[in-house]
Each structure stands twice: as C-alpha cells, then as structure tokens.
C-alpha cells in the first residue's frame, strides 16, 4: 500500500469534526503498525501450533491451553503422569484407563503449549459448574442465617464469623482441588 493511499484511508475512517480529527496520523499509523505486528504473532503462533500437532501427532479434537488452565483441570480430574517419549512430551493418562488425555510440549526443557482432549476439557468444565453452584448454596445459606466463612491462618482451618460481603469474596476464590485430599484419603 502506498503512503498516499494509507494517508486517504486514515482522511476517510477519520473525517475533520468541529475543525479535528478524532486520532492524529502518527496514532493512526501506531495503530496500524499494532495490528499488523499483532497479526504476524497471532500468525506465527497458529503456524507454530501447527508445527507442534504434527511433530507430536496431537490430534485436532486436543484444545490448546494454558498452563494454569492445565493446573485447575489437573486439581480438578485426578490424572496419572506416563511418560510415553523420553524426549519432548509427557502424556498424561486418567487413572484406571490408559487414552492419552493431554500432551505437555517442552521447548529446550521449558513449558511451550499444553493439549488437552475436549473430553476432559469439558468435564472439567462441568465441575467447575458444580463446584460453582455448590458455593452459590453455601452463600445464600450465609446470608440467611447471617454468618460468614472466614479464613483461620492459626491452624489452617476456618472459622465461622458474621456475616460480611468480604468473607464472601473469600469463598468464592477458593481453588478447586477435586482430587483425593492430601489430608483425608479413603
């Protein structure tokens, strides 16, 4: 594009209102500049990811994630590491069956892209609903009888207090860890 065309461009997306321009050219041309560099990213991450799912034969129907996104579903659904290539990826099994259920992409030993299959994607997915619901119950009921949840730091348990929108937001921060509890496994 030539920069008399760009300039034209910038005349008619930006006309003289009351004697100005809504942008400067110079902010419009940043702007521009912005939105390219953002799209070789995004191109160069997707030409990447694609790179990766034939290197590591990652099948389509696996949702690229991020790796905190890896970390609640893995305090969510109980899954068993088994390392199926000792040199990029590490697959990771649900315990009792053995699908593949993610695939963790290292780059010279550091994270690079997590996988995960729709299936545990989406169970996952409903248990956070679950779970959200649950503590929805829990904050009605508070309200109801006036009496808040509250964090003791002392001996790690919690303490009942009352009633107050703070504790609530406490609560509704809570980390989902539905796997065995580390204190009370059956």
Not at 123 to 143: H, N, P, S
Request: glycine share 4%.
């Amino acid at each position: 594009m030539k920069k008399e065309n760009l300039f034209e461009q910038y005349c008619n997306e930006y006309p003289i209102v009351n004697g100005h321009r809504e942008i400067s050219y110079i902010d419009y041309l940043e702007n521009k500049v912005f939105k390219l560099s953002k799209k070789q990213k995004d191109f160069e991450m997707k030409t990447q990811e694609q790179k990766e799912r034939e290197k590591f034969n990652i099948p389509d129907d696996f949702i690229k994630i991020s790796g905190k996104e890896f970390t609640e579903i893995q305090n969510t659904v109980f899954i068993e590491c088994k390392n199926m290539d000792n040199t990029v990826v590490h697959r990771y099994n649900l315990k009792g069956t053995y699908s593949i259920v993610a695939y963790i992409v290292y780059e010279s030993c550091v994270l690079g892209n997590v996988y995960v299959s729709k299936e545990i994607y989406d169970i996952t997915k409903k248990e956070k609903e679950k779970v959200k619901a649950f503590l929805d119950d829990i904050l009605k009921i508070c309200k109801e009888y006036g009496y808040s949840l509250s964090h003791e730091d002392m001996y790690g348990g919690f303490a009942v207090v009352n009633y107050h929108e703070k504790n609530n937001e406490w609560l509704k921060d809570a980390s989902i860890e539905l796997t065995d509890s580390f204190y009370y496994q059956q």
